[in-house]
């Protein structure tokens, strides 16, 4: 550590002036952190299929915030935390921690991408640097005793541990992203692969069949017992409800014999890991009661990105490919029998989950508990986040911010006080992996920024107002240009300000080839239909709209884009001279071939030069795989401004040809 930060522990003890300074003792700070959990995956933010009476209890007790946001996955949210700076300024923007750290003055960027990428994306940060001041340390320089209690994921050599970090004592796991297994011994994953005791941190192996959320509970227990009589920051940082997804079975089979009123979460797996982590929150809340510290403990609840919705779907080929013999066999054959083809958690009314993001993804509970100074049973609509926590921590207890240290994040202590709001003008989200993307949501609006087009995702702009639309569903971006250059000159003013890694051009790239015999198009009209195969019908671009007619008895557009579970919803924004009787058509994964007559759904459009909205349920029992939409083209042309299919799920294609221009 810098000697500016090289102060005798024990000697500040003695000299600490916090919050409770002409008090018996200072505050208290606990940070318990669940992994993978979801905004809507609690009681308190209205699940009615999972049991959290502890969360609810908090909620009661403390402020709970509806506009909290995390990176879309765990490691850069965890840099947050301890550093106050957003991933795009501290370097880890992925959750790459169980990797190898790179050596020190290692190029950012690959050296080599594949020809067929345009572009080259900057590596995230395999670890956080030791250069950086995090909270422990400047709670430990002021008598603080610290512990890191389960998930780490920030430094897979020793060197980058949370002990050289600011705490001194610790329970990990390191490097594993989740724990090798959820019952002792834990260096052994579910799927029999030995993982050695030198890849599992520094924990230690209790009774055979130990829960290791409960075993983390006992460890964070047992350091506040050791120091009820002084100052303590405690960072209990569950693996649930991470994979490799380990519950207890007898929790597991009675939520399988219980539904979801709301129709949207069903995975009792999912369930019994939460159930797992509300009793060692009320674990840990008893044990400040019963010790008398809850008066003088912050108590902070929080997730690190949000709810995972994807992994172990019926889609997932991965899982398809486990046969008997596999090391993963009997975990697939023990997801099966309990989950069945579900992912872990359904995120609705947000869109999509972990790894994207939408606010299915960035979304997340936070609670905050502080007895005397936060009305218990308040809510707040401010938007917040993981950069916003140390600087708060710091003001709460009226410690000084580190000299040289840049914090990005805002004490919201006047929020949780009620004497007053933040006052910056946006909050960011930096996320150049998986789907790239950088966010930034200012007041009601959030603008989706893309440095190049995706198959799933075309529009490179996306605007969305989330107090009418909490699902993403309307793309505003061509109806709101103005609002599109406000919130990107403020990504620009962010990206200039952080130091983010934009994605350099590719000088292996290369355009791909054209077949014999057909001459190159432009970028523009290469396919004007976006994907969407025309059957029986031509397409061709005109102004703002894609132009469908008929060349064929039963014309009509067929995509397999669409493969969501059902039921879809269908929105068409098209218009036609002469209307008519249109339909919708599809064929579900358990089907070769289109029933006939069974599996319609029928809609009208009318008639005139006026674009005509229409929405139209699609009733598709079990998941789609090829969806076709017959147009009234054979009378006259349709022309289609916009198209979308989406599930309750928050999965969603959508098509806009606005944009398009004439073909020539």
């Known amino acids: ?50 049991e959290t009476p502890n969360m609810q209890r908090l909620a009661k007790e403390s402020m709970r915030f509806t506009n909290a946001y995390a990176v879309p996955l765990c490691s850069p949210t965890r840099a947050s935390i301890l550093s106050g700076q957003y991933s795009a300024r501290h370097g880890v923007t992925s959750a790459s921690g169980h990797q190898p750290p790179q050596p020190k003055g290692a190029s950012k960027y690959p050296k080599t991408a594949p020809p067929a990428r345009k572009l080259i994306y900057a590596e995230s940060k395999n670890y956080l640097d030791p250069e950086l ?28 541990w949370p002990d050289k970090h600011g705490f001194e004592t610790t329970w990990h796991c390191t490097p594993d992203p989740g724990p090798p297994s959820y019952f002792s011994p834990y260096g052994v994953h579910p799927d029999g692969t030995p993982k050695g005791r030198h890849k599992v941190g520094n924990i230690t192996d209790g009774p055979e069949g130990e829960y290791i959320t409960d075993r983390l509970t006992d460890e964070a227990i047992k350091f506040i017992e050791a120091h009820k009589d002084e100052p303590f920051y405690l960072n209990l940082c569950q693996y649930g409800v991470h994979g490799p997804w380990g519950h207890k079975e007898e929790y597991t089979r009675e939520f399988a014999k ?8 069903r995975n009792p797996i999912m369930a019994s890991m939460l159930k797992s982590v509300d009793e060692s929150l009320g674990r840990i809340t008893a044990k400040l009661d019963e010790l008398g510290l809850e008066e003088d403990t912050l108590l902070i609840f929080y997730s690190d990105n949000g709810g995972n919705d994807h992994s172990n779907r019926s889609d997932d080929r991965k899982l398809a490919k486990v046969k008997p013999g596999h090391p993963k066999y009997d975990f697939v054959q023990d997801w099966r029998k309990w ?79 009620e004497r007053g709001s933040l006052d910056r ?71 200039a300000d952080t130091g983010a890694l934009e994605p350099i051009p590719n000088p292996a790239y290369k355009e791909p080839r054209q077949a014999k015999g057909k001459q190159p198009v432009a970028a523009t009209t290469r396919d004007p239909a976006k994907g969407l195969v025309p059957k029986m019908s ?58 006939r ?66 073909s020539r």
């Open 538 to 595: 031509k397409t061709t671009p005109v102004a703002g709209a894609l132009r469908i007619e008929a060349d064929g008895r039963t014309p009509f557009l067929g995509t397999a884009q669409a493969k969501f579970a059902g039921p879809l919803t269908m929105k068409l924004r098209a218009r036609s001279a002469k209307g008519g009787e249109g339909k919708v058509v599809w064929k579900t994964t358990a089907q070769e071939k289109f029933p």
């Open 1 to 50: 550590m810098r000697s500016s930060l090289c102060f005798c522990a024990g000697l500040l003890s003695l000299l600490f002036v916090g919050a409770g300074q002409g008090a018996e003792r200072p505050t208290n700070v606990i940070l318990f952190v669940v992994d993978d959990m979801g905004w809507m995956d609690s009681t308190p933010y209205g699940s009615e299929y999972y």
């Open 597 to 662: 007559g069974t599996q319609v759904a029928s809609f009208k459009l009318p008639a005139g030069n006026e674009w005509s909205d229409v929405e139209v349920a699609v009733p598709v029992e079990g998941e789609a795989q090829v969806v076709r939409l017959y147009l009234p083209a054979s009378d006259s042309p349709v022309e289609v401004q916009t198209l979308a299919f989406s599930n309750k799920d928050g999965k969603r294609r959508a098509w806009n040809f606005k944009g398009l221009k004439p």
């Open 339 to 417: 989950a069945g083809p579900e992912g872990p958690t359904n995120n609705a009314p947000l869109r999509e989950g972990k790894g994207r993001i939408y606010e299915g993804g960035a979304r997340v509970p936070l609670m905050v508990r502080w007895p005397g100074h936060i009305k218990p049973g308040t809510t707040s609509d401010e938007v917040v986040g993981a950069i916003d926590l140390y600087p708060t921590i710091l003001e709460a207890l009226e410690v000084e911010r580190p000299d040289g240290h840049i914090l990005d994040g805002e004490s919201i202590l006047p929020v949780l006080e």
């Open 133 to 160: 001041v995090t909270i422990a340390e400047v709670l430990r320089e002021k008598g603080y005793r610290t512990g890191h209690f389960g998930k780490w994921h920030l430094g897979s050599t020793q060197e980058y």
């Open 425 to 495: 003008e946006a909050y960011f989200t930096w996320f150049p992996h998986l789907i790239p993307a950088v966010s930034v949501r200012s007041g009601d609006y959030k603008l989706i920024r893309r440095w190049e087009p995706h198959a799933k995702y075309p529009e490179v702009r996306e605007l969305y107002n989330l107090k009418e639309d909490i699902g993403e569903t309307n793309n505003l971006a061509e109806t709101m240009p103005s609002k599109v250059k406000e919130l990107d000159r403020l990504i620009d003013k962010f990206i």
């Open 258 to 265: 219980k539904k979801d009123p709301r129709g949207e979460q």
